[in-house]
């Protein structure tokens, strides 16, 4: 947050004074303002990071670091007749407010997104928000207290991580493999935690097609964590936004549907199955949990926009949704097929990568004297950019690791992106090998040289054993 | 009422500081009662500043290219006067390594160092120079990009094999970094403002154990002290070091001159100069003139008078 907060992107254009001239500013203004920010604000990241990944935004970028679902396949034509029936069919309640658990209709809608992922819930206990993004809000809102922990995966969301610091909770991060979150870290946590007297207040986990890791958390795993919390009695933020979104292996239940509802709080968002604009998600949980998140939107934000609420409703009125949805699948899934063939040919054997079987981002761990925080400025003069790993850590870890989208972005620039982010690694990786005169550095990753690697970093991750590098003679395979 | 063009934005990683900067300028100058017009610097810049023609060009660029003497050799080019230093002073404050000889070569006290192209470790071996680098500047070593500004890119090895990765992360910002004598103490920046010396300040940060780029542009993360709460003498001596790097570099108009100060040893060294200092809310350079006295309306019309070509 900057005090000047005007839009950045309309300077250029002359501007004119005003009759009544603004106050004339001192740098004391620096303490007057600082003196009343909330405690929360200063824990609340990052500026050099954000003011990076606003470069990221230029339009001669090739951006690899978005997580945007892509938009220009909806067809305009289905927009406007849904725009128009909407416009005319409920003119006067599209521009009312609305109830703050959401329409009717939307809920239904919602029962039948569930459905199709095997949850089945009752329409009326959905709560409708603003984005999925405000369901972690509210559910911080309802459990945080500063200073309480919530538990979270290594890496984690990034968006989750601004909202998590300005409730100044401390976050304990449990690490990833390819089987999703390793549930013996998570209990031995729990122990150690329960040795202090303490206990979190909630665990934050993306299962399905996790971001940024790309991972999935198996069955067993499913069933083992729900196993701890019911017998801990531990409450479970379940954030599902790319379920839907599975380009190969076969569906898994929600953690939600598995456990029944007594303590998972789901998360669930039209954003990457319709569209991010209409702002709208949801969340299904334990009812007196649900209540406590209503009255914390209630002061947020009253209820969710009543235009896209009913906008949604027409959309799946017309019966197609799960045709687009498809239709976002083929896309998704040639995309992410275009970046894994691109990362095999342009990464060199000391990188390795996830395999999502859904979802929208790869997770690529390069070697540990990396920085992908500084590789990004050098990425950026090439035209490029990522996510540095970083920003899904609050702890200072996943320095060498970067997350990559593939659905934001077309076939040939993913191909052109990932081969320049793939030359400026191998150009740091020959100077690193100049510089400490191993110039063929380290072919394995997970097992440093002894020596070589600070290995307690290097494992830091947990990441799936490396998809190994498929090299072009075995690609037919 | 004179025409002025705020020079902001562009393409170095420190366009969102720009911005800031840039935006607090304009409206210091609109207060001022003066034509003002924004420019965010990209290709078309010289087809705007000769549509607008302004009579003066107002630089609030950070970084490549605004700050390191291109933006001022076009505006020398068009014939347009503009603010702050030089062509010749931009390119000697932008690149560190360059600054630093000058201030040694004046006798202007600044941390040991030794710098190198990526060419002396591709080509000439310069790695096996590395132990006794180490030996000589001794650990902790600061590494640096010679040519970024703010904090970006620097990174303290703590041990020889740190180095190699540090010196990874510099050459992501430039083909030449610099390997500096850690000097541990206080933070110190001493701005000035057409040869006037301004009151010192001393930045402190609240958490990191360093005054990083985070730090230095986040209201809240650091406590500003100004005028620093030094012995007189150390005052004295640490405005008499700014004159002389400004002398030296040959600034003008405006610079700030940071420095460290270590208690215990008494002594003061100059790290490097700023050709063009921030003006957002946190930066040091409006603080230490409103310390002396002058606000930040006053500091920009000065600045503007200033101008030349």
């Known amino acids: 947050m900057t005090i000047d907060d005007r839009d950045p992107r309309t300077p250029g254009e002359p501007r004119t004074m005003t009759s009544t001239p603004a106050p004339r500013q001192t740098s004391r203004d620096l303490e007057r303002y600082a003196g009343l920010f909330a405690a929360r604000t200063k824990v609340m990241k990052s500026s050099a990071m954000r003011d990076l990944m606003a470069l990221t935004e230029r339009s001669d970028i090739i951006s690899l670091a978005g997580g945007l679902p892509d938009t220009s396949s909806f067809p305009a034509a289905s927009f406007a007749a849904i725009m128009s029936s909407v416009a005319v069919d409920s003119t006067a309640r599209s521009l009312q407010y609305g109830p703050t658990e959401g329409l009717t209709v939307l809920k239904r809608c919602i029962a039948e997104v569930m459905a199709e992922e095997g949850t089945f819930i009752d329409a009326d206990d959905v709560l409708v928000t603003t984005g999925g993004q405000q369901v972690i809000d509210l559910v911080c809102k309802t459990l945080i207290d500063p200073g309480d922990v919530i538990i979270a995966e290594a890496p984690t969301y990034p968006g989750a991580v601004p909202t998590f610091c300005s409730y100044q909770a401390e976050v304990i991060q449990i690490g990833l493999d390819e089987d999703g979150m390793r549930i013996d870290e998570l209990e031995a946590t729990l122990d150690r935690l329960a040795d202090e007297g303490r206990r979190p207040k909630f665990i934050y986990t993306v299962p399905t097609f996790q971001n940024p890791g790309g991972t999935t958390m198996s069955l067993p795993r499913r069933r083992r964590l729900v196993e701890v919390v019911r017998k801990r009695e531990l409450l479970v933020l379940e954030d599902n936004p790319y379920g839907l979104l599975r380009y190969e292996g076969d569906p898994l239940p929600t953690l939600f549907s598995l456990e029944g509802g007594d303590f998972v709080i789901y998360l669930g968002t039209f954003s990457k199955i319709l569209s991010p604009g209409v702002r709208l998600g949801w969340s299904v949980g334990p009812r007196p949990v649900l209540e406590k998140m209503n009255i914390g939107k209630q002061a947020s934000d009253l209820c969710s926009s009543s235009l896209t609420q009913l906008f949604v409703a027409a959309y799946f009125e017309s019966g197609r949704w799960q045709d687009y949805v498809h239709s976002l699948k083929e896309i998704y899934r040639r995309r992410r097929d275009v970046m894994l063939d691109s990362l095999a040919e342009c990464f060199g054997p000391e990188c390795s990568w996830t395999h999502p079987q859904g979802g929208l981002f790869i997770w690529v761990t390069l070697p540990d004297y990396i920085d992908t925080t500084d590789l990004l400025a050098r990425a950026l003069d090439e035209h490029v950019a990522f996510v540095p790993g970083r920003s899904a850590f609050l702890d200072g870890r996943g320095a060498n690791a970067m997350r990559l989208n593939f659905s934001g972005v077309g076939e040939a620039d993913i191909r052109e992106g990932v081969r320049r982010i793939g030359e400026v690694v191998r150009e740091q990786v020959e100077l690193y090998g100049t510089l400490t005169g191993s110039h063929r550095v380290v072919a394995q990753p997970a097992e440093p040289a002894p020596g070589e690697f600070d290995s307690e970093l290097a494992n830091v991750l947990h990441l799936p054993a490396p998809e190994r590098r498929r090299r072009t003679d075995a690609r037919e395979g | ?309």
């Open chain 2, 1 to 309: 009422m004179t025409r002025v063009a705020v020079l902001k934005g562009g393409r170095s990683l420190e366009r969102q500081v720009s911005l800031k900067s840039g935006a607090r300028v304009q409206d210091a100058l609109e207060r001022l009662g003066h034509d003002v017009i924004g420019i965010d610097v990209g290709h078309d810049l010289v087809a705007r500043l000769r549509d607008v023609a302004p009579e003066v060009a107002f630089v609030a660029l950070h970084g490549r290219d605004g700050e390191d003497g291109t933006v001022q050799e076009l505006l020398e080019a068009l014939g347009i006067p503009y603010t702050g230093s030089g062509v010749s002073a931009c390119i000697r404050c932008a690149d560190k390594v360059i600054a630093k000889h000058h201030m040694r070569d004046a006798g202007i006290p600044t941390p040991d160092f030794f710098a190198f192209n990526e060419t002396a470790f591709k080509e000439l071996g310069a790695a096996d120079a590395l132990p006794a680098i180490e030996e000589r500047l001794g650990f902790p070593i600061v590494v640096k990009p010679a040519g970024q500004g703010s904090a970006l890119g620097i990174k303290f090895a703590a041990s020889a094999k740190d180095v190699p990765g540090a010196l990874v992360a510099a050459f992501s910002y430039g083909d030449k970094v610099l390997l500096e004598r850690h000097i541990a103490g206080r933070d110190l920046a001493v701005s000035l403002l057409d040869r006037e010396v301004l009151p010192v300040v001393e930045a402190v940060p609240r958490e990191e154990n360093f005054y990083d780029f985070e730090a230095r542009y986040e209201i809240g993360r650091t406590d500003f002290i100004c005028p620093a709460d030094l012995p007189e003498e150390i005052t004295a001596r640490a405005q008499e070091l700014a004159l002389e790097v400004w002398d030296a570099l040959g600034c003008r108009g405006f610079a700030r001159v940071d420095l460290m100060y270590c208690e215990g040893s008494g002594e003061l060294t100059v790290l490097e100069a700023n050709a063009i200092p921030g003006m957002t809310e946190t930066s040091l350079l409006p603080m230490a003139a409103d310390a002396a006295g002058v606000d930040f309306d006053t500091l920009i019309g000065r600045i503007v008078l200033l101008t030349h070509l």
